[in-house]
């Protein structure tokens, strides 16, 4: 892998800026975006869908969605597949080709989404709870005189202070919970790979005490490897 960068999509872009954004972006590694190959993508904001697609086109590249332009190569039993996100489907395409199965799939992004493969790889569905930012955005908001905190490792499990005791609240509250699911989830499946992606998976990953693998990059990875199973390369 080249690199990777994130882009905020929660303001609205056009596709001129969202050009000149990936432009900037590519030229950190010295690629130009006119040599670039297959353009793969695994969308949830569907309202970005055109823009991606016209902001390539102005360079002659056609754009992959998964999900639209050809389907994720992993049976899906979700009562209605429509429903997941194609993140969560790639990140369940990569355990189990990268790291096997049974498998669970813990991202920490704004939600923190625990997705489950079955022993025959098949995406059996998940879990969906608050991440660390909006459990944050919620304590502040419904209190106005808690104090905005950083996240950091508690030094104590019994914070001397507002802001300590908030962060020992965020962290370990996200690790109890975390912990807490893992474990459900075992006597469900038996032993299973647990693999740690998005943005805090390293972070929780040395607080949790089971073992786990860390693979920031999975979500990328499943698209590539989505996109070289539809055959369409």
Known sequence: ????????????LTADE??????????RWGLDIKSLG???VGSVVPSLNGIIREAFASYQLKVNFMGEDFPPPIPILYKNPEEVGMDRLANAIACKELYGTPGVVVDFGTAITFDVISPEGEYLGGIIAPGV??????????TARLPRVDIDIPKELIGRSTREAIR???VFGTVGLVEGLLERLREELGQAVVVFTGGMGEFFAG???????????LTLEGLRLAWEKSGQR
């Open 1 to 12: 892998m080249e690199g990777s960068f994130k882009l905020s999509s929660r303001r609205p």
């Open 18 to 27: 969202f050009s000149l954004m990936l432009e900037s972006m590519l030229q």
């Open 38 to 40: 297959d353009v793969v």
């Open 133 to 142: 930012e909006l459990s944050l955005q919620g304590l502040f908001s419904a």
């Open 168 to 170: 020992s609240g965020v």
């Open 207 to 217: 607080q949790i005490r089971s073992s786990c693998i860390v693979d920031p990059y």
